[in-house]
């Protein structure tokens, strides 16, 4: 049994369990409206007042407030090799990540307040505050991560300190200012921005990057790193809408293992991170034993935050006849920062720079990404009524690769992706009287399939080129990574079927699968959401991995996991 070094996780559910009872027990804080009582007497209108009360209490404040728990657990008993398979004799690595069955990966509880207020017919102020509290880092025993709490708490466990250590998911989500003059759209403040039309991955929407603490969930919104941004808009009438982007002090993606010390011991380290990270440390300790005093250091060289390091972006909207088109430019640094081989101190690019290395360098390189989204409802897709086809093209130049020696490569590389959406009716034998208690034959199925593929220009060879993220083995005899290498062209394949249940239409079905055609893996994602009343939302799901431990998919197939969550708020 996993075992509590303190309260906090107990606090949590006891806290989450309340929060559950609170609406079924018609308890109310506030001005009196009536009558409560214990279930079945509850003055459902009574409380739906209270909360048009507590989320409007004047005409120019909007306040939306909830709390959010949520559970991970491991399904399956299987443990990861250890990363890399082997090392040079008197070399010791850091503990590879495993965990049991049926152990906590992570329990996450957050309160949110988003508060908006509308000073006038042009001015209005919102701001979105978000603690949060992982009670798996103050546990001892079960999985990896928790076994290795006191290590992670400081990156993962909350945000409650305000540091820069709470800069990927802040106390304070969102603060801006909104300034609306007929045409013209100005939005100051910590924001994000969601651009493209892709599910899943992410082309052009490379404006506001993403927190990797739970890489496989759905809710961007929630994951999203918020950045400080200037945000302007204005449309030309019926032509279209232009938008542009200052980001003063543009953040990187966060994600478990950016920090070296951390090894490989959160459970959701990458297998590509968790190889890095133990590949530093063994040649550190091989420079130490070849009689080099400072070893092999790590340095970290994060752009400063200067006027040269911003970044800029600028999008145009339009329709035509039926077809939403956009053109989007975006000149920034990428949301991984890269690890270059130091030589005489400085970064070295280019064949033949890691046998030279005397020390990792990571740091970040600008790119260019210029691309176009569009999407349009056919009345006929070969013989199909009311398709819509979705596309999303980018362009990026000088972007960072790894060949398999570690030597850092720059290419330009385009990416796409094609979409197909469609509302689908139940069929007439869903369609009787005794299923449509069930939701069948009152709300259509939603069916999407997506074909995302990104092509390196002018590889250095086609086949196992490149380092991808599943990689998790290095020969100390060669010096290159042996496995987990992808091709200059790198395909995945999607589907995505929904469909609301229940004759009100309370139960929400998804199915997800993403499939890597190179590696032969697959990502399985089944979830059941369900609106119990007007304030709390269950929800239950599983995630399933299959294919090559090399894969980008497959790597996680040691982490199929079931999750509950619950949201009740007003």
Partial sequence: ????????????????????????????????????????????????????????????????????????????????????????????????????????????????????????????????????????????????????????RNRWGNNFDLGNDARSDPLIREAYVDLNFDQFFVRLGRQLIAWGKSDGFYLLDQVTPINFRQPFKFEEQDFRIPQWMINLNYR???????????????QFAEFPGNSPSEGCRHDWTAPGTCLTNQVLGAVDQLFKQGGVTEGFPFIRKKPANTLANSAVGVRFDSSYEGLTYSLAYLYKYPWFLVDFPGVDGHRCQGRGCAARATSDIRTAARIHIIGAALDYQFSNFFGIEKVVLRNESALYLDDMFYLPTTDVVQKNHFQTMWGLDKFVPDPRWLQSPWLQRLGFGLAPWFISFQLWQDWIINPNRWGNAYIDSGANNFSFETFRVTNGLRNAVKTFVTSYVSKDLLGD???????????EPHFNDFWEHVQFKYDWNDYVELIVGFDAFFGRADGALGSNKYNDYLYTSIKVGI
């Fill in 1 to 152: 049994m996993v075992q509590g070094k303190g309260y906090g996780w107990r606090l949590a559910l006891v806290l989450g369990a309340i929060i559950l009872v609170m609406p079924n027990l018609g308890i109310c804080f506030g001005p009196p409206q009536g009558s409560y009582s214990l279930m079945p007497f509850v003055d459902a209108q009574a409380m739906r007042d209270y909360a048009t009360f507590m989320r409007d209490p004047t005409e120019n404040l909007h306040i939306n407030t909830w709390f959010y728990s949520e559970m991970l657990m491991k399904t399956n008993g299987k443990r990861p090799f250890q990363i890399p398979r082997e090392f040079p004799p008197d070399v010791v690595g850091s503990p590879s990540r495993g965990s049991p069955s049926w152990s906590v990966l992570n329990q996450r509880n957050e309160f949110n307040l988003q508060v908006t207020y509308k000073f006038n017919d042009h001015i209005s102020f919102y701001t979105w505050f978000r603690p949060f509290y992982d009670s798996i880092f103050d546990m001892i025993g079960g999985s990896s991560t928790g076994r290795n709490g006191r290590l992670l």
């Fill in 236 to 250: 030309f009438g019926t032509v279209g809408a232009v938008q542009l982007l200052w980001l003063p002090d543009p």
């Fill in 505 to 515: 239409q309370t139960l929400h079905w998804e199915n997800f699968i993403a499939a």
